[in-house]
């Protein structure tokens, strides 16, 4: 009976350790396709950016062409190359805040992937009685707020979950 209790035990933390692994090695794909589309932001941003140099490069070049006519017609009068260069400024901004926000996206998906791992984690461990219940409870808890900082509507729906599952138990 001990024996078999032993095997049960083994093959629980071994099914647990299976399952770990596997989150793990989606995590990491997960990761690896968050890298690859930020990668492909990254050359499309490169891309805009050339085009824009470019761009820039024939309206300065136009602009240079246009001033010396201008001023063979008439001196004092002045293009607005501060327009040109507010655009191409507002370009490396808006650019520089898709990044940021991209980035603060993908923290917060890893956290929230985190902290829902950490929950199954606790449940599994505490249904193998790894942990008490008021450990795993606290453990769900703490995740559950980690979570509400990045996504609150899914924080509420692991609540409600969480509440159905303290209950039945």
Do not use: P
Request: contains cysteine; charged residues 30%; glycine residues 2%.
């Amino acid at each position: 009976m001990i024996k078999n209790s032993e095997q049960l035990r083994n093959y629980s933390i071994t099914l647990l350790c299976v399952v770990a692994t596997f989150f793990l090695i989606f995590y990491a794909i997960y990761l690896n396709n968050k890298i690859k589309a930020q990668q492909d932001l990254i050359s499309k941003v490169e891309e805009i950016k050339t085009e824009i140099s470019l761009n820039l490069n024939k309206k300065i070049k136009f602009q240079k062409d246009l001033i010396t006519k201008v001023e063979e017609i008439k001196t004092g009068l002045s293009l607005n190359f501060n327009k040109v260069y507010d655009d191409y400024k507002f370009a490396i901004d808006e650019q520089r805040e898709l990044e940021l926000s991209f980035k603060e996206n993908v923290e917060n998906a890893g956290q929230v992937f985190n902290g829902i791992i950490t929950i199954f984690s606790a449940r599994i461990m505490e249904d193998e009685r790894m942990i008490s219940r008021s450990d795993a409870d606290i453990l769900v808890i703490d995740s559950i707020s980690k979570i509400k900082k990045s996504n609150q509507t899914l924080a509420e729906l692991i609540s409600i979950i969480n509440r159905n599952w303290i209950n039945k138990r």
